[in-house]
């Protein structure tokens, strides 16, 4: 016998609990005890956790169902969905709600109504400086979730195809920082915010432009990215680098944005002269194939499912969720990460990173790239934007969905109730302070049960089994918790799931000036 297969008290094998979890959870799904769920059953259950039928990850899943299945009725039976499990790891974890955001649904609700809050705010106007983006009908909105196991949701207008604008300049940074590294793209270009607007003629004290997330910054990155090739080449290393973030998804092009970029282009195209006379780009740049190739970046057109999942290869340190494909290493991901949180939202940068406080990058289509590191990805597009070039909705759905969640960089220095850790089950979020209340009780912590009922927990609380702080402490022999207990009235009588009280439980310890206590505060 294998050391899993040791045998317990009641004398099973460890393989034969775990079998009958598995039939618990089989039968969880096959609601009508028909000893078969169909395969929709099966997707369904996977999708409440995050992870959708299409998932690259599962063509083994589809596959096998089709071949076992075919075109008949019969229904996946317990061998079958055993075996699933045991040969697919996301199933199994999908299944048990193990993966990053336990709870998917829940967190999905919780989006939803950040959405629908968010929609009736139509302040702003779209980009007006090239008519394809004058045109974009500004009621379009669009968000998608893709978290670093692959979990994904996406609601509003989620079939349209906006082009990358800005968002393309983070990406374009990570490609020539994979292939050059840190050192030879910083002597190109500086990582200090500018304080400037993002296509402001302006360079830093060395002649290089502020950082990759500006224009000037932008253009220099596109310069750098395989420098020696074929323009050709080099767009497709561009798009294959999309392909591969996007979990296997190729973009678009908008070749009438490429075009009027290029008409309306004075300005870039002054960044650039005024970089070439300080002699900031690499020998042999072809200035005009360089600006071509910067306004084909901008012209690649995703929709918001990709993004996020491009977003979600950042929050994963470079490898993408749906595809387990190192795109960028881990190295470049932080960077990348560092650069979006202190310069990625144009002037608004700074108050960004204060306020909401997780890296993003904005667009001027109203795309947004926000990124949740080793959480998610998130995509938000809506074309309106505010007067410094954000997209209003996209701001305003950040500020939510930082007031709701412990998003910010820093809310884990804040014991902050008030925001939900998704990476937690609802369960946990609530009785994590009942359990903090229990624990500093049974080990004296007089100050910690202060702190927690300071944020308005119940000093009667209890814990699974019914055993409330007084319990504990009393148990545990703790007299100045218990003092304090009584001073705060709490329920003497409390009964535990095995009807025992607090007296009880100081006798059966012994500890007789505890049980005075409580008998002369009954007495009162
Ligand atoms: N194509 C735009 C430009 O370079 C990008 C602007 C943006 O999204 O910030 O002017």
Known sequence: MTTKQKRTKEGKTSESIKNLALESLFSSIDMGKTGKITPPQF????????????????????????????????????????????????????????????????????IVSIFNDVKSNMSGSVANYIPQLARVNPKQFAVSICTIDGQRFSYGDVNKNFCLQS?????????AHEELGEEKVHKHIGREPSGRSFNEMALNNDGLPHNPLIN????????LIKNDSPIADRFDKVIKTWTDLSGGVEPSFNNSVYLSERQTSDRNFALAYFMRENNAFPENTDLIET??????????????????????????????????????????????????????????????????????????????????????????????????????????????LGERFNFHNYDSLINNNEKLDPRKSKYENRIDNVIGLVYAASFGDIDEIKKIEARGIDLNSSDYDGRTALHLAVSEGQTEVVEYLLLRNVNVQAKDRWGGTPMEDAKRSNHSNIYTLLEQHIAK
């Open 167 to 175: 968002t393309c300049k983070p990406i374009n940074y990570c490609i």
């Open 43 to 110: 997707w369904k259950e996977l999708k409440s956790g995050g992870i959708l039928e299409d998932d690259p990850r599962l063509s083994e899943v589809r596959e096998s169902f089709i071949k076992v299945l075919g075109s008949s009725k019969k229904g996946i039976d317990l061998e079958l969905f055993t075996e699933t499990i045991q040969h697919s790891a996301l199933v199994n974890r999908g299944l048990k709600g193990e993966l990053v955001i336990p709870d998917f649904s829940s967190f999905c609700e919780e």
């Open 216 to 223: 000037a910054g932008a253009i220099m990155c596109t310069s």
């Open 291 to 400: 600006l071509e190739f910067y306004f084909q970046c901008c012209s690649i057109e995703v929709k918001s499912s990709s993004m996020a999942s491009v977003a979600a290869t950042l929050a994963n340190g470079g490898v993408n969720p749906l595809t387990g494909k190192k795109v960028f290493s881990a190295g470049t991901s932080k960077n990348c990460l560092s650069l979006m949180n202190s310069c990625g939202m144009y002037d608004f940068s700074g108050e960004y990173a204060f306020k909401i406080g997780f890296p993003a990058k904005s667009g001027v289509s109203g795309a947004m790239l926000i990124v949740i590191p080793n959480v998610m990805g998130i995509c938000v597009w809506s074309p309106n934007l505010d007067e410094l070039g954000n997209s209003v909705r996209g701001v305003e759905f950040s500020k939510k």
